[in-house]
């Protein structure tokens, strides 16, 4: 799915899930550049997770690991 599709899919921008997947932070006219990047809000990545079809669980395990040994 490209960026496009999955940020409409989503309704979030574009630039918003370039930012979440590289990290860095969206960049532009009135922004800070030394701003920390967006780590995204609980509400993004549910959407996110909804465009996908995928649990919110799932989507997040890369990023916060299975839990096991907590």
């Not at 030394?34 to 395990?61: H, Q």
């Amino acid at each position: 799915m490209s960026y496009d599709a999955l940020a409409a899919a989503a309704g979030v921008g574009r630039a918003t899930l370039v930012a979440l997947e590289s990290g860095k932070p969206r960049i532009g006219p009135g922004r800070d550049p030394n701003r920390a990047a967006t780590s995204g809000t609980l509400i993004t990545w549910y959407r996110l997770a909804m465009a996908l079809e995928v649990d919110l669980g799932e989507l997040l395990k890369p990023i916060y690991g299975t839990g096991e040994g907590r």
